[in-house]
């Protein structure tokens, strides 16, 4: 590894799990996430109190009435969404209390086993006892955390786990969920095994000839006897199926002294020659194969997915992977899948990033804490770059009993968790430890944060996410950031970069734009109306502005990394322009005049009690339906991709003979636009404009037809037609079969058509929904953020013309799942979904 203030030149791997592969003693790592019991207590979803009975955690404590259900699991988001509740974390009842129990039983032949219990997250202050017996505690509900059973293990009787969680001080400035919302895993080891994410593999020298491959491993010693552990490791490359393939390289083996109750480390290297690297459009992975002997016999197996690429950050020439300059053209992101909740899917997960990567996105931000795992390992497997965050405050709070009251006692634990777990992922490229903190100029914290993260991981830079980037770089605070990560502010750039504390230091739009649109909602005359907003994609908050003005800025300042745009997906909570929350104030702590319009605006939602329940951020609303928005990324992106886009949809039968504004995106340089085959003229793209506008359309119905040019010829084509009036629903899956699993998910997006099969986009229809076979529908929605139906409704009015639908197989399903659609009036959409028994327990 070289680094100095010019640039950051790193080269790192990723670690994942895998798939089990049985090599006699291997590691078991088991999902432990079915049949557990569930209780609410405290605080209700209706806002009365179930008192808290004590007890709960004992081996006897009554379960009468307790639910059965597997996790991940968030209690929040089943609702009923409530107006009273705060805009911010999406008014749903998420506060409150939960007990979790589990009964199960291991066999005799694991008494000589240590044996684990890893949560990769719990919402939040989670306390773990197992027959009665306490276990531990980890507050902070994004972290993941192991909790260790063997003391109070019974083998061959039953055990009881339970699990207390709440939320009920946990404050949020977006929807969190609650909940046992990851995967619970169970962990069986012998007393010799490399520990708890005790792996860490790096490249410090790496050529398209050959790279070093240096292997860090830490071996638990939990035995009463001192042990001789060997360590051996061999590399493998790995294909699509995470498989080991063909052997790349034997490392050196080494022989650990270890004490009773100790811990030692071992540290190896090799050379894999001709290396493939990790990147974007080829992410190449290898795999670590680690075996433990302990005293000559072999106690454990361990698996290392790994990638090799080189990361090179510079203030002057921008972002290089392998050499090879790359744009940042990322989103910010929170954790929730809409409809879903906070609960993990992985097949949801992998449908966000597809849409993601389809619109040229390539780099995610985890706005703003540690992801789930299956975020990471799924980045790794398609080639995106990953903004890994840690904490949204620090020791001084934005909300009353967010994380300033675990600070003290916490931060530094949080801290470790998350890099001793995601530092050896290729997709991780930058450390952030903040977002928009209180203490932004705190020149000492954030000096003491950065360190933590550097003495834990040297291979990568660390960040901050700066609402106020002139204090922090005034006082000194960001000189202890390798990059400079900027939210909206830019205006004094140049200042910076002439200053000799910063003109060595990359930076990055760690946020921008913060543009809102309601997808499929145009108003001709204002930004804002019927709590919706316009998708001229025109509107934004005060501290936020167009996507064209920061693609502007992006080329003023060609030496940034690029942007982290906020946000690619909408999500649940925080409304904006409906959103009441005080915090938004931050944004302007250096500004009084915008500060005070925007106090007097809070004011006034406050009073309104605005019905609104999601973000109008996202390029991609809640149900991944993409707004218009979406295609002014892909042109902007993907330039070699030919495409042309035209708004708004050409249904105005109330503006006969009025204008209708028509702006284009194209990745072209030019368009012609013709309404009923008659041309309205041949517009060429200027420097740095980013849409072509016809301002002075005056609608007739009929079609509208858009033909894109490059350099001269024809690039693309679309064309918007007036449609019939609704005449039939029309279904279409994201896929067209389903595992049997219980866990995979199967996407459909019901359309309201006319007779000839066009979307009708001002269709409201109410449509009910119904599936047959062995699965169930899961969530609907339709991506209007005023709709307070339950997402767990089987009937819900379409929004400008489409609606979700969200079906699982039951595990060990087979046949087929049918879903049927009805709406009064309209054809009936039926689509069926082929499923096959293919469970797999295992840890991935």
């Known amino acids: 590894m070289h680094s100095n203030r010019n640039i950051f030149l790193v080269s790192v791997v990723l670690m994942s799990w895998l798939p089990l592969i049985t090599t006699g003693q291997n590691k078991q790592a088991a999902l432990f996430d079915a049949n557990w019991l569930f209780r609410r207590v405290g605080l209700q979803a209706d806002g009365s109190v179930v008192a808290e009975p004590t007890g709960l955690q004992e081996i006897s404590a009554d379960e009468t009435g307790w639910r059965k259900l597997d996790l991940p699991h968030d209690w929040a988001i089943e609702g009923p969404f409530r107006i009273d509740l705060a805009g911010e974390t999406g008014k749903l009842p998420y506060k409150g209390i939960g007990w979790y129990r589990k009964h199960f039983t291991l066999p005799r032949t694991d008494s000589a086993k240590q044996l684990f219990l890893d949560f990769d997250g719990a919402m939040a202050y989670a306390q773990v006892w197992l027959n009665g017996h306490y276990l531990g505690t980890w507050p902070y509900g994004y972290s993941s955390f192991r909790m260790e059973l063997t003391p109070f293990l019974q083998f061959g009787k039953e055990n009881v786990l339970a699990v207390r969680v709440s939320t009920e001080h946990w404050d949020s400035r977006w929807y969190s969920g609650a909940g046992i919302y990851r995967h619970v895993w ?10 708890h994410w005790g792996t860490f593999i790096t490249t410090p020298h790496v050529t398209r000839q050959k790279a070093v491959v240096q292997v860090q491993v830490k071996v638990d010693n939990q035995s009463g006897n001192p042990v001789l552990a060997g360590v051996h490791t061999e590399l493998f490359t790995m294909d699509n199926h995470n498989k080991p393939g063909v052997r790349v390289a034997t490392l050196k083996d080494s022989v650990l002294s270890i004490a009773p109750g100790k811990t030692a480390e071992a540290m190896v290297s090799a050379v894999v020659v001709n290396p493939q690297f990790w990147d974007l459009e080829s992410p190449h992975r290898y795999l670590a194969r680690t075996t433990i002997t302990a005293n000559k016999k072999l106690v454990d197996t361990y698996y290392t997915a790994f990638g090799i690429r080189t990361l090179q950050f510079t203030a002057r020439n921008g972002f290089l992977l392998n050499g090879r300059r790359v744009q940042i053209q990322g989103t910010c992101n929170h ?11 992985t097949s949801a997960l992998r449908r966000q990033l597809t849409i993601l990567k389809e619109m040229g996105c ?13 975020l990471l390992e799924l980045a790794d497997e398609m080639g995106f770059l990953v903004w890994d965050e840690a904490f949204d405050c620090w020791k001084h709070g934005k909300k009353k009993e967010d994380y300033n009251k675990l600070y003290d006692e916490w931060h530094e634990k ?11 992922h290729p997709s991780v490229f930058i450390w952030s430890i903040g977002n928009e903190v209180m203490d932004q100029r705190d ?10 993260v550097k003495r834990e991981d040297p291979t990568r830079p660390v960040s901050n996410g700066y609402n106020d980037p002139d204090g922090g770089r005034e006082v000194g605070a960001a000189v202890a950031l390798d990059i400079m990560g900027v939210n909206y502010f830019f205006s004094r750039q140049p200042q910076w970069d002439a200053d000799a504390r910063y003109a060595n230091k990359p930076t990055i739009g760690s946020e921008t734009s913060s543009c809102i649109s309601s997808r499929g909602e145009y108003f001709f005359d204002k930004k804002y109306a019927n709590w919706q907003v316009s998708s001229y994609d025109n509107a934004y908050p005060g501290w936020g502005c167009s996507p064209d003005e920061q693609f502007r800025t992006n080329a003023k300042f060609a030496h940034l990394l690029g942007e982290f745009v906020w946000t690619g997906f909408d999500y649940l909570g925080e409304p904006t322009p409906y959103n009441s929350d005080e915090t938004n104030l931050l944004n302007f702590r250096n500004d009084p005049s915008m500060k005070e319009a925007l106090e007097q605006k809070l004011s006034a939602l406050r009073k309104s009690k605005a019905p609104a329940r999601s973000s109008y951020f996202g390029i991609v609303d809640l149900c991944g339906f993409p707004k218009d928005r979406y295609y002014l990324y892909q042109s902007h992106w993907r330039p070699n991709f030919p495409m042309v886009h035209i708004l ?34 041949r517009k060429k793209k200027a420097p740095q404009q980013y849409r072509l506008q016809w301002d002075s359309v005056v609608y007739k119905p009929g079609e509208l037809v858009a033909i894109a040019y490059k350099a001269g010829k024809q690039w693309a084509r679309e064309v918007r037609t007036t449609t019939g009036e609704a005449a039939a629903l029309q279904l279409q899956a994201n896929r067209s079969s389903i595992k049997g699993d ?16 066009r979307l009708v986009p001002t269709a409201r229809h109410t449509i009910n929904c119904r599936l047959q076979g062995e699965g169930e529908m899961v969530a609907t929605d339709n991506g209007d953020a005023t709709s307070f139906i339950p ?3 089987s009937v819900r009015p379409a929004f400008n013309g489409l609606m979700l639908v969200v079906v699982k197989a039951h595990a060990g399903a087979r046949g087929k799942l049918k879903l049927i659609v009805e709406s009064p009036g309209l054809t009936t959409g039926v689509l069926e979904i082929s499923c096959a028994n293919t469970l797999n327990n295992n840890k991935k």
Not at 335 to 340: K, N, R, S, V, Y
Not at 362 to 374: C, D, G, I, Q, V
Not at 652 to 665: A, E, L, T
Request: glycine share 6%.
């Open 791 to 793: 997402f767990s409704s």
């Open 742 to 757: 219980g866990q995979d998910l199967v996407f459909i997006t019901i359309s309201v058509t006319d007779s000839k099969g």
């Open 414 to 424: 949080d801290l470790e968790a998350l890099v001793h777990r995601d530092r050896n």
């Open 362 to 374: 390539n780099a995610l931000r985890t706005s703003h804490n540690p992801p789930a795992p299956e």
């Open 443 to 452: 020149s000492a914290m954030t000096a003491h944060l950065a360190n933590i």
């Open 648 to 681: 708004p949809h050409w249904n105005w039968k109330n503006r006969i003979d009025s204008i209708v504004p028509v702006h284009i995106y194209t990745s072209g340089d030019e368009v012609e636009l013709f309404l009923n085959g008659q041309s309205l003229g």
């Open 186 to 195: 169970l962990v069986k080891t012998n007393p010799v095994h490399v520990a």
């Open 335 to 345: 954790h929730d899948a809409g409809a879903l909740g906070a609960a993990i899917n």
